[in-house]
């Protein structure tokens, strides 16, 4: 399965970016693929439609602070 989490500063996700980088940090978690979309929903989602349409995820989640 493809997972797809969607941000729109790395700032928001940083500690699951630091995690996901670590390799000492051994998970069976599908291969994740991080966007960062930019600040606005116009932003977000372009990112995300253009995202899609390349690669098509079998699980998308938005994290962030959500303004």
């Avoid at 729109?8 to 069976?28: K, V």
């Avoid at 291969?31 to 960062?36: A, C, R, Y």
């Amino acid at each position: 399965m493809h997972l797809l989490l969607v941000s729109a500063t790395d700032f928001e996700i940083s500690e699951i970016i630091h995690c996901l980088n670590n390799p000492g940090n051994h998970h069976n978690a599908p291969k994740v693929e991080l966007l960062i979309s930019g600040v606005g929903q116009l932003k977000t989602c372009y990112a995300l439609q253009k995202k899609i349409n390349t690669k098509r995820p079998g699980l998308v989640i938005q994290a962030g602070i959500g303004g």
